[in-house]
């Protein structure tokens, strides 16, 4: 199981590194991903089944970029894990398909694990399964499903951030379609609690959550975990 914390614009250096180091401490068996800010990279000293992500990259080396983070900025943090195509970067930000996919083309080509996120959005889940089906394989085009290091996130864009998440009878029947095409682990975000853990893990296609606002509290994070681990 994957249990992935992303911070989204939440957390500073000295809370961050407070959190990863609780966390570190803690002896899990499940893999933890954890995504805070820029500002809070630094060398962590991780066991191997822990991993501080980036939320974000310019899909460069270096260069003229202003404002951007490139992969010699990621390096001297040994980041190897990025997410791509979250929905406040797709919806809120304006990232396109075709820049999403020169994103997953330069973490490929990095050998980075690349936790890829879709979902639709309300309008297209009240149109029904094939619309949300068809909108979210469009979410697919020009990247590789093949690629080794991918871990999926189906993500409603209407259950995040918004306390509403997806039930578990829709939660499976998108997970059962990805996993018909899609060998990579498939993991749930959106709206994510620590009373719903449990539940969202013990779907059949389900290998792990992404979840936002409420792993921000280290210890519900490190239950979160905990529940996974006991499974
Ligand atoms: P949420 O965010 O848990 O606050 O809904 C999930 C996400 O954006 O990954």
Redesign the pocket.
Known sequence: MIIAS?F?TNHNRATTKKFVNFINTQHFFSEVRIFPPFSAFDNFDLTPNIKVGAQNFYPTQNGSFTGEIGFDQLEEFDIDSVLIG???RRHVLGESQEEICKKFDFAKSKECEIVY?VGEPKEIRELGSDAVMSYIWEQFDGIDIDYDELIV?Y?PVW????GLSATLEDIKEVLDNLRANIKAPLLY????KVETTKDILEIENCDGV??????WDMKDFAKMIEISDNL
């Open positions: 992303n989204k979250h929905s406040e996120c996130a993500e259950a995040i951030g918004t975000g959106g709206s994510v992404l979840v936002g606002t409420a792993s």
